[in-house]
């Protein structure tokens, strides 16, 4: 009989992409040595576009000097993946998980990521499939709501997965979102048309997709001030 597994969860609220980075970069190092359970941060990040480790920036289609204008960042990652933004009312899942322990390999971790999304879509009537070949991430016929970039060092993972609540769908008009030209960007607002639940309903509806589809039994949750300072930066845990 399959013992019963534990997801950590910590609840962080909006949180600076680098400060995110950093608490990350410390979780992986303590996956690693056993030092904490499987443990899923859930956050939003302020206007914030990032590069994965290809470094694409011909997929910027504006100035670096503009993106201050808009209130927006821009970070290089390590993560797969092309780039992609990330802001307000986006539900974002890093998973700080041993795939070792789970059995899971690379595409399969991808394919249960996929998964979490297009289940949290059909709960509000929502048919959202993985993309075509080439096609990273959570398309609505073609247009997309969820994008995907993965880190996997010792099989340990970081980053991971941004789903569409109801952003500011103009700040993905400066990019080709994820490097795939001629396709939308779409969010759950704009394809049931009605009024959402709070941002924080979604957000807990997305951790239950993903305990359940990566065979979590149990959920404890933890508080951000655990790991958060008063001002957002990343306490030396």
Known sequence: MRSS???????????????????QEKLVSDRKVNKIPDTLLSLQHPPTY????RRTDHN????TSELQKLGAELHYTQRGGDITYHGPHQA???????????????RNYVERLELTMIELASLYGVKACAGQKGQTGVWVVDRKIGAIGVRISSGITSHGLAFNIDPDLNYFKHIVPCGI?????????????????????????????????????????????????????????
């Not at 597994?5 to 608490?23: A, C, D, F, M, P």
């Not at 910027?60 to 100035?63: T, V």
């Open 5 to 23: 597994r534990s997801l950590q969860v910590w609840k962080l609220g909006t949180v600076n992409y680098l400060e995110g980075l950093k608490l």
């Open 50 to 53: 990032t590069l994965g480790k």
């Open 60 to 63: 910027l289609l504006i100035p």
């Open 92 to 106: 974002i899942l890093y998973p700080i998980i041993s795939l070792r322990e789970i059995g899971l390999g690379a």
């Open 181 to 237: 030209v001629d396709k939308e960007v779409t969010s759950l607002r704009r394809e049931t048309g009605t009024v959402l639940p709070s941002d924080e309903v979604i957000h807990e509806q997305l951790i239950s997709c993903f305990a359940r589809l990566f065979g979590f039994s149990s959920i404890i949750w933890k508080e951000n001030s655990s790991v958060l300072s008063d001002n957002g930066k990343v306490k030396n845990l």
